[in-house]
């Protein structure tokens, strides 16, 4: 590759990035007439938000999973727990189902914190205190998938829910120093305990390394002002039980044992000089 090349591919790059910035895939696949397809193979290549993409990617699909997921419940018949027949409620069921239907719900869904949406989680969750209940439910909507739903959703998810360039600015550039909201550790810091073996757990192999996405109140949704970063243990201890100001306090506890593992590890290096 000449160095022209290379100059004109770190142009394109940061026109990508510059778009991402201010506009979103349509605008950019009409501005520089380039393929969808090429547009995500910049994306992809360009590490610097690498792991934002990655990260907003697994947001929206837990998003989408949950919201079609309650629409879909929201369609049962009020009496499903005393109905036995589960082949007829899942047919019911998928007659029922339209993509139009399912926006109208998810825009009902969001915008309204009262009555509707309330009594419909509190209902879905009732189902877990019985396992029974659980297992009807996953069986009446067991089969009814639909990713076409999950292409339309992409583009609402970015436009009223959490659009990708504020993601960005929260999460950071692929470089930056995250901090955990609750612990104050940032990820240089647990790189730091990785290397000097104060680290205990098995899973640092998949998790731990960079801060994920917490929602500040549990089952608040992943939208723009309800998430914080969060390290592996704060975010696995906060559950969707704990909301941001209760664990807080916990928070403070963890930053305490950090800095005495910390104190340790500085301690050791003084003894091996
Ligand atoms: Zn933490």
Known sequence: MSEN???EETKDKFLVLHFIECKMYEEIEKELEITREDIRKLFN???KIKKSIKRYKSL????????????????????????????EMNQTLKNAISEEKFK???????KNKNAFRDNLTTNYKADYTEMKYIRKRNKIMKDIKHKDFLTSFK???????FPLESFITKYGMDDYDRQ?????ITESTITKLVKNGEINTKRI???????EIDQKEPNGGYTKDNIALACYWCNNAKTDEFNKKEFKKI???????WERRLEETEKNKKIKK
Do not use: P, Q
């Open 5 to 7: 090349d290379n100059i």
């Open 45 to 47: 290549e360009n590490k």
């Open 60 to 87: 929206l699909n837990r998003t989408f999973k949950k919201l079609y997921n309650l629409y879909k419940y929201s369609l049962l018949h009020k009496e499903w727990r005393e109905n036995d027949n589960i082949k």
């Open 104 to 110: 109208d719900f998810v825009a009902k869904y969001l």
């Open 155 to 161: 583009k609402y998810f970015n436009e009223e829910i």
């Open 180 to 184: 955990c909201k609750y612990c104050k």
């Open 205 to 211: 192999y998949s998790r731990g390394r960079t801060m």
């Open 251 to 257: 928070g403070k506890a963890i930053r305490k044992v």
